[in-house]
């Protein structure tokens, strides 16, 4: 079993910055993919930024050149900055990873999800 941890959220005004962070723990031999994603309340869940164990990057058009997302493999953890946060990035952040317990299984994992709240 794998768990993903996050921290880092909470209430800013706009124009403000937060930054996240998840670990990811457990039974892991790799974890490829790793990344964030949010839904805001009435959305759908929407992917903000990925990072494959080789450190290519995707993020959301909506975020670029405000966040910038991370990656440490030997900690296992994802970070990702959020600067000029706007009122339309309020919602719950999600981490995810695709972790392989061994090489024959892989999975994908949520975290539990933290609150950004955008706000004057």
């Known amino acids: 079993q794998v768990q993903l941890v996050e921290s880092g959220g909470g209430l800013v005004q706009p124009g403000g910055s937060l930054r996240l962070s998840c670990a990811a723990s457990?039974?892991?031999?790799?974890?490829?993919?790793m990344g964030w994603y949010r839904q805001a309340p009435g959305k759908q869940r929407e992917l903000v930024a990925r990072?494959?164990?080789?450190?290519?990057?995707n993020l959301a058009d909506s975020v670029k050149g405000r966040f910038t997302a991370s990656r440490d493999n030997a900690k296992n953890t994802v970070l990702l900055q959020m600067n000029g946060l706007k009122p339309e990035d309020t919602a719950v952040y999600y981490c995810?990873?695709?972790?392989?317990?061994?090489?024959?299984?892989?999975?994908?994992?949520w975290g539990q999800g933290t609150q950004v709240t955008v706000s004057s």
């Open positions: 990072i494959t164990s080789s450190g290519s990057t």
């Open positions: 457990g039974s892991i031999w790799r974890i490829n993919a």
């Open positions: 995810n990873a695709d972790v392989a317990s061994s090489i024959l299984e892989i999975r994908g994992y």
